[in-house]
């Protein structure tokens, strides 16, 4: 027969196995992330909850199109979500709020035309380690086009966001554009 001091500890250590096991996910493969503000609209919706993969980035490069978040290069506290547009060595242009990768109009299909704003700017390389990211709300949107350095080092990308997972009504996987 066990006693009361045992069955107590196996349950302090079920609970101490189980909070790494929790932290050690969240640090190193997900975590989630309260959408705040509409510059992703109309892809994403203000306190949408979104599942961001940190291992997205462990055995491959950030593409134009995916969703990320990561801290930007403000003093802020707050992390931001936005769209890559251009990686490290793709020069980015806009006129009329057209964006232009290396001379190529690109195809928007997330970004309604009458959200556009008439923002003019570039030609900008993107260094090497560095992406060039917007809002899909273009006039809501403090994005590269206003940071300081324009530019986000890919140490600053916590990961790339996967799913929308609350509201359940709205739940739904994300894809690259």
């Given at each position: 027969m066990r006693s009361g001091w045992n069955e107590l500890w196996d349950t302090v250590r079920a609970v101490a196995v189980a909070v790494v096991l929790a932290l050690l996910v969240r640090h190193f493969i997900v975590e989630t992330y309260?959408?705040?503000?509409e510059s992703?609209?109309?892809t994403l919706q203000n306190s949408e909850r979104l599942l961001v993969s940190k291992f997205a980035y462990r055995f491959g490069m950030p593409r134009p199109g995916q969703i990320i978040v990561f801290h930007p290069p403000l003093p802020v506290a707050e992390d931001y979500v936005k769209r890559i547009i251009a990686i490290g060595g793709q020069t980015i242009a806009m006129q009329d709020g057209q964006v232009y990768i290396d001379g190529h109009l690109q195809a928007e299909p997330y970004l309604p035309a009458s959200w556009r704003d008439h923002f003019n700017m570039g030609p900008i390389t993107v260094p090497q380690g560095d992406v060039w990211v917007m809002g899909d709300h273009r006039a809501a949107s403090e994005d590269s086009r206003f940071f300081p350095s324009h530019f986000v080092p890919l140490s600053s990308i916590h990961g790339e966001a996967v799913?929308?997972?609350w509201p359940l009504p709205e739940f739904r996987a994300l894809h690259a554009s």
């Open positions: 309260k959408v705040n503000g992703m609209q109309p799913l929308v997972w």
